[in-house]
């Protein structure tokens, strides 16, 4: 068990501003604000790409970017409250940044185990699944999933509270720091005892719930992907159009590829708070501690902000629209100086004009079709 002697250096380097806490705050108040400043227009970008691409898989992609988006948002709190000393946002306040803070790692990992399950189901029965793999059902079980959410950040919206530290070990201390916090109150335990349960208690949760369930069952679910796959010599993909099966192959390649970055961007940050939990030797030196905290904290936003990058440029669709927008901002602001003084009986038919003859191309491409209604 932690040392109220422990305890205490700890506040009192909080309250005394060394400069290996200065450097290291300033660094993660500029990696969480680099994250939020790419992360937030880039996540809001998804959303309103794929919405109206109604696909299984996008679906719930954009369950992950409104996660990430909600969790993002938050930033701005996180800047100041790394500024001040004390809480200055109240109890309301510190209850909604925790809950939000919670809601990115239970959705985060629901809904990639969601999607795990979406790609086991198209890869490994491909034919079996078509009768559920509707976007009726993609839509109902992301409702389910939020309400596995909602339940499982209950005990967090009970304990998460704002506790008055104090920042000696006098009783008589006038020297206090309102912090907040998830804290489990028990009247038969000191202060002390009861902020090393708490965190110890809310740190398993958290990492059971968040981190190793879902992370079991969905490294299964993509084990199985990897040897259907690669391990039956092109067997499985016998009756599958070449396009299809080159889009189905990217699309599983790009929720491996998020499952492995949230389980790298988020391992560093849970064997900290593990060391902690713990009394690691090494996190009673704070010049170590405290940068190497920040870092693990700053990886779990640079997750949320690079997510998007995924969405859209592994996936054909949503490259296909954000380099489709693109062009037709750059066309519109041709269009004055190259049709403004031409005659209307001048234009060539839509499907022969250069501005919008992209938007027909894809009716003589069934292959492309067939990839749209497939995802």
Known sequence: MESNESLYDYYDDYMEEQPYRLKAKIGGNLAWGLASLIGIPCNLLVVVLICRDRTVSNIVIINLAIADLLFLCGTPILVVQSIKKDWIFGQSMCKAFLIVNGVNQFASSVFMAVLALDRYLAVCHAVQSTTYRTVRSAVILCGVAWGVVIVEMIPLLKHAQLVSIPMSEKED???????????????????????????????????FLTYT?????????????????????????????????????????????????????????????????????WTRDHQILMPVSYVAYAMQYINSAVNPLFYIFLTDTSREKFCGAHRKRKRERLRPQSYLHLELDTIPPATQNPLTEDSFSHLNNPERIEEQCYL
């Open 173 to 207: 201390s006038k020297h206090s720091s309102m912090r907040c916090m998830l804290y489990w109150d028990s009247d038969n335990s000191t202060l002390d005892e009861n902020l090393i349960f708490s965190r110890r208690f809310f740190t398993a949760y958290c990492f």
């Open 213 to 281: 369930i879902p992370m079991g069952g969905i490294f299964y679910c993509y084990g199985r992907i990897i040897v259907q796959m690669w391990g039956n010599h092109g067997h499985l993909f016998k009756h599958v159009s070449a396009r299809k099966r080159r889009t189905q192959k990217k699309v599983t390649m790009m929720s491996v590829a998020i499952m492995l970055l949230y389980t790298l961007c988020w391992l560093p940050f849970w064997l900290v708070q593990w060391s902690i939990d713990t009394d690691a030797e």
